[in-house]
């Protein structure tokens, strides 16, 4: 994958507020859910560079993830197929398939079912 480059796949809802920087890449599945003000960063400063040099690293977000409200995700993390990521939590190494973490910095807490069958659709806050 490219600079600058994001991809989303099907029935996957990205609720307001959002922040997903494309800068580094960033690849979403199919039937994700991220909740309000999340923010997924892809690129970040080397802090330890004479230059304040940038670094990009690519998130990969697996198929049928919940990331739940004003979660972070850290540039290079790959959230594995199924997890779940609590509110407020800053993932920053790889999440397991099918775990749920929680916490700054995240940590699992627990695990999801394997057995996942539904297809998001999207349902607007006001009708």
């Given at each position: 994958m490219g600079r600058f480059a994001i991809s989303i796949g099907k029935n996957t809802i990205i609720n307001k507020?959002?922040?997903?920087?494309?800068?580094?890449?960033?690849?979403?599945?199919?039937?994700?859910?991220?909740?309000?003000?999340?923010?997924?960063?892809?690129?970040?400063?080397?802090?330890?560079?004479?230059?304040?040099?940038?670094?990009?690293?690519?998130?990969?977000?697996?198929d049928n993830v919940w990331i739940a409200?004003?979660?972070?995700?850290?540039?290079?993390?790959?959230?594995?197929?199924?997890?779940?990521?609590?509110c407020g939590s800053v993932v920053t190494k790889d999440v397991p398939p099918f775990t749920v973490v929680a916490g700054v910095p995240a940590k699992a807490i627990g695990n999801r079912t394997t057995d996942?069958?539904?297809?998001?659709?999207?349902?607007?806050?006001f009708r």
């Open positions: 507020n959002c922040l997903i920087d494309g800068r580094g890449g960033c690849v979403i599945g199919n039937n994700v859910d991220i909740a309000q003000d999340t923010f997924i960063w892809s690129e970040q400063h080397d802090y330890n560079s004479p230059d304040y040099d940038t670094v990009d690293k690519t998130v990969v977000i697996e409200s004003r979660a972070t995700i850290l540039p290079g993390v790959r959230i594995g197929k199924g997890a779940v990521v609590a996942l069958h539904y297809k998001l659709k999207y349902n607007s806050w």
